[in-house]
């Protein structure tokens, strides 16, 4: 007996399940691609859990921020964690908290200019890989320990 396409009972093909396997988006590629070997270094190096800001653009381009602690406070105020020296940023602007497991969340905490993520004002919103801050002159890039975005570096 030979098996034809037709025959559904002898049928060739199989589904495999890949669900677990998440290729990054074309947006957290190309801002892979963008990063020089330095900035993929230390972000290949984070612990797990931990998370990073990198400044892509602003008066601070270049600067990496760890995020491996419960609150981080973003301000121009000397005394912020993330310290953002310029007149677009209010004193104390926004928190990114760290909770449980591997959840980061913004928070703007009453800001003048207003906390963006991923280009739309927002009072509240969890982060994930590329997700992008803008926090008044200052665009953020946010990173996280993931098997994803290490396969890419």
């Given at each position: 007996?030979?098996?034809?396409a037709e ?5 060739l ?15 957290v ?16 190096k984070?612990?797990?859990?931990s998370?990073?800001l ?12 760890l ?19 310029d ?15 591997s ?29 992008e ?21």
């Amino acid at each position: 007996m030979s098996v034809t396409a037709e025959d559904p009972k002898h049928d060739l093909t199989s589904t495999i399940n890949l669900s677990s396997l998440k290729a990054l988006s074309p947006h957290v590629s190309a801002i892979m691609d963008s990063l020089s070997e330095e900035e993929r270094s230390v972000l290949a190096k984070l612990p797990p859990g931990s998370a990073m800001l990198l400044v892509v653009s602003g008066p601070a381009r270049g600067s990496r921020f760890l995020l491996n602690i419960g609150s981080t406070r973003i301000g121009r105020s000397p005394e912020a964690d993330i310290f953002l020296d310029d007149v677009t940023v209010s004193r104390s602007h926004a928190v990114v908290e760290h909770s449980v497991g591997s959840n980061y969340l913004v928070k703007d905490v009453g800001s003048l200019n207003g906390t963006y993520v991923d280009g739309v004002v927002t009072n509240e919103k969890v982060l994930s890989n590329g997700s992008e801050l803008h926090i008044g002159k200052y665009k953020l890039v946010f990173f996280i320990n993931d098997k994803n975005l290490f396969a890419k570096l």
